[in-house]
């Protein structure tokens, strides 16, 4: 009979932003500006990223 092998998930720290443009607290900006975020590590591109927060979205997820 096999036994069942005992595995623990890998305890991967949360992305970071370490960059958007416009900067945090930007004032004057463009209605319309394309918002940029920098994170510290490479995201899975195989998980569909959907926004969670209210309001419309225009533009691409690469």
């Known amino acids: 009979m096999l036994s069942l ?3 623990t ?3 991967a720290a949360a992305p970071q932003v370490i960059e958007s443009i416009p900067a945090n607290g930007a004032t004057g900006v463009a209605v319309g500006t394309t918002v940029v975020f920098k ?3 490479a995201m899975a591109t195989a998980i569909p990223v959907m926004a969670s927060m209210p309001g ?3 533009g691409n997820i690469e």
């Open 5 to 7: 092998a005992s595995w």
């Open 9 to 11: 998930p890998l305890q």
């Open 39 to 41: 994170f510290d590590q």
């Open 56 to 58: 419309i979205f225009v």
